[in-house]
């Protein structure tokens, strides 16, 4: 079992940038990791993914030119960074683990609890 635990998320005005952490108590190195997000009333969104060994990464429709993802497997940690933050980045943000670098969540069996941003305008 794996699990996750997101951090980094708060309210932020429109223009900033935002880290966003996900750690575990486990070694990552063997997992793709991801991120999604999920905005009120609308469906979870992938984001960007990330593979353990060769950090390749896959990011989701026009994500590539704000979010950059990023790991550090010695302190099992995934990253995602959001520059020039949006209103409408506004979110609870989701980290996962699983076995292949997709955009597909079900194919992700290791959620975190999520972290919220708020983005003021």
């Known amino acids: 079992q794996v699990q996750l635990v997101e951090s980094g998320g708060g309210l932020m005005q429109a223009g900033g940038s935002l880290r966003l952490s996900c750690t575990s108590s486990r070694t990552l190195r063997s997992y793709a990791m991801a991120w999604f997000r999920q905005a009120p009333g609308k469906e979870r969104e992938f984001i960007a993914a990330?593979?353990?060994?060769?950090?390749?990464?896959l990011y989701g429709h026009s994500m590539k030119d704000r979010f950059t993802i990023a790991r550090d497997n010695a302190k099992n940690t995934a990253y995602l960074q959001i520059n020039n933050l949006k209103f409408e980045d506004s979110a609870v943000y989701y980290c996962?683990?699983?076995?292949?670098?997709?955009?597909?969540?079900?194919?992700?069996?290791?959620w975190g609890p999520g972290t919220q941003v708020t983005v003021s305008s």
């Open positions: 996962a683990a699983g076995a292949d670098v997709v955009g597909a969540e079900d194919r992700y069996p290791y």
């Open positions: 990330i593979a353990g060994s060769t950090g390749g990464t």
